[in-house]
């Protein structure tokens, strides 16, 4: 056991290392220890307030509690070390390896973490706000519980990352990588994530409410159930997402792809969504009220039963999309491609669909009362015939 600084720089004067060694009451405030081998090293009572320990081996050391406040820890080794409730302001950690470092209760805010490694860290609970982690490493890391408002993670690794209950309110998440990553009950309301990577994750009890998830590849994701209210998807791709009964009223969806994306029973009123893609999307029962749906694709999709009263689809391509008992009262469908789509038993009453493409469109038992179709466009014959042909074996 060592208990006085002069005892320490005794015993590295002689053995010139500080591996395993037990530091008990001792103040290391200032003192220079750059370079040093203090691995597995104990701290009790200790403290380095403004130390230089760059590039010093901390690796699997003891550190708890220990006040490192303005220590100089540039390319230090701190894999595995234990830093729970350490003090770690002002400290420079630029270059640090924090591997399997435990962190939890941290206070690191406003702290320059740029392109550290946090790879299966601990700092669940840890204090990181408006600190920057652009290009850090924090594949497989804890952030559980973690405050992350307002900070940076421009090019950040989350790869299966705990974000468990974590706070990201007015956070910067640009072209992240977070698939796999763990979001239950995380809040990204407020959040700026412009073209991260989040395919496969977990999104059912997310807080996303009037966040951004701009040019963001959201590809299988499951958020049946969750509330995008207000939450900007331009660009954003989620193909084959699970969306079931997931709330997207006043949603931005511009050119945002839903293509093979499950929607039953979801509410979508008032969703602006131009130039959005729903090719082969199940929207069976849901709600799209009030949306805006001008110039989308929505072919071979699935509409059974759904309310698009007062919707606006004009050039929209609804070409082999099943529509059977949808309500469309009031719609705007002037120019839409209704080829070969199925609106057996829809409500149409008041609908425009002047110029709409009713090529073999099945209306039977529709309710057309006061629709305008002027300049509908019935079955074409020639391209029935050229759809019906059949060369002779």
């Known amino acids: 056991m060592i208990s006085s600084r002069a005892e320490l720089l005794s015993h590295l004067?002689?053995?010139?290392?500080l591996a395993g060694e037990r530091l008990d009451g001792v103040s290391l405030d200032g003192v220079t220890l750059?370079?040093?081998?203090?691995?597995?090293?104990?701290w009790e009572r200790s403290h380095a307030r403004g130390a230089d320990l760059r590039g010093a081996d901390l690796g699997g050391a003891s550190l708890r509690g220990v006040d490192l406040a303005g220590a100089d820890l540039r390319g230090a080794l701190l894999k595995g070390a234990d830093l729970g409730g350490a003090r770690l302001g002002a400290a420079k950690l630029e270059g640090a390896c924090l591997a399997g470092a435990r962190l939890a209760g941290v206070d690191l805010a406003q702290q320059d973490l740029r392109g550290?490694?946090?790879?299966?860290?601990?700092?669940s609970g840890a204090n990181l706000r408006k600190s920057d982690l652009g290009l850090a490493s924090l594949g497989r890391a804890s952030l559980a519980s973690a405050c992350l408002d307002e900070a940076s993670l421009d090019g950040t690794d989350l790869t299966e990352a705990d974000l468990s209950g974590a706070t990201l309110r007015g956070a910067r998440v640009h072209r992240a990588q977070m698939s796999g990553c763990l979001l239950g009950r995380a809040d990204l309301r407020e959040a700026r994530v412009l073209k991260a990577v989040m395919v496969g994750v977990d999104l059912r009890t997310t807080l996303l409410t009037g966040g951004s998830l701009v040019q963001t590849l959201l590809e299988g994701v499951n958020?049946?159930?969750?509330d995008?209210?207000?939450?900007?998807?331009?660009?954003?791709?989620?193909?084959?997402a699970d969306l079931t009964g997931a709330k997207l009223v006043e949603a931005i969806a511009v050119q945002t792809s839903f293509a093979g994306a499950t929607l039953r029973?979801?509410?979508?009123?008032?969703?602006t969504g131009l130039r959005a893609n729903l090719d082969g999307a199940v929207l069976d029962e849901a709600d799209l009220s009030g949306a805006s749906l001008v110039d989308a694709s929505l072919e071979r999709a699935s509409l059974q039963g759904a309310c698009a009263d007062r919707a606006a689809l004009p050039n929209a391509r609804l070409g082999q999309a099943d529509l059977r008992r949808a309500l469309l009262r009031e719609a705007d469908l002037r120019n839409v491609d209704l080829s070969h789509a199925r609106l057996e038993g829809a409500d149409l009453r008041g609908a425009r669909l002047g110029r709409a493409n009713l090529h073999r469109t099945r209306l039977q038992e529709a309710n057309l009362?006061?629709?305008?179709?002027?300049?509908?466009?019935?079955?074409?014959?020639?391209?029935?015939?050229?759809?019906?042909?059949?060369?002779k074996a």
């Open 13 to 17: 004067a002689r053995k010139g290392t």
């Open 34 to 42: 750059a370079g040093v081998d203090l691995s597995g090293t104990r």
């Open 116 to 123: 550290l490694d946090f790879t299966f860290a601990d700092l």
């Open 223 to 226: 958020a049946a159930g969750a």
């Open 228 to 240: 995008l209210s207000r939450c900007d998807l331009t660009n954003s791709m989620l193909l084959g």
């Open 265 to 271: 029973k979801a509410r979508l009123t008032r969703l």
């Open 369 to 391: 009362a006061d629709a305008d179709l002027g300049g509908a466009r019935p079955t074409d014959p020639e391209r029935a015939r050229a759809e019906d042909f059949r060369p």
